[in-house]
């Protein structure tokens, strides 16, 4: 069964950077996988998305030019780069594969 393991979270100045992992526990070449993001009262939202050999990626306007996803299929992990945080990139982040959910990592961007 499909395993999804999300970390890197934490407590980070605005204008910091993180790098989010999400680790899987089967091996996903041929899969797309996303990372998504709720923010307390907020619904969930995807704020990024690459595709099975990583040569695609999408990104909606609010992060596009600060975070990076990338994969590493040998090790079955794929990243989330988030610089330029900002107060409301605050959010517990998931990543997403094959309609599975990990738990989640909680980034919180504040002074």
């Known amino acids: 069964q499909l395993q999804l393991v999300e970390s890197g979270g934490g407590l980070v100045q605005p204008g910091g950077s993180l790098r989010l992992s999400c680790t899987a526990s089967v091996n996903l070449d041929g899969y797309a996988i996303g990372w998504f993001r709720q923010a307390p009262g907020k619904e ?14 999408n990104y909606p306007v609010s992060v596009k030019g600060r975070f990076t996803i990338s994969r590493d299929n040998p090790k079955n992990t794929v990243y989330l780069q988030m610089n ?6 605050t959010a517990v982040y998931y990543c997403n594969a094959l309609n599975d959910w990990g738990k989640g990592t909680l980034v919180t961007v504040s002074s």
Do not use: F, H, M, Q
């Open 84 to 89: 330029s945080l900002k107060p409301e990139d």
């Open 44 to 57: 969930r939202e995807g704020v990024s998305c690459i595709s099975s050999r990583g040569g695609a990626t």
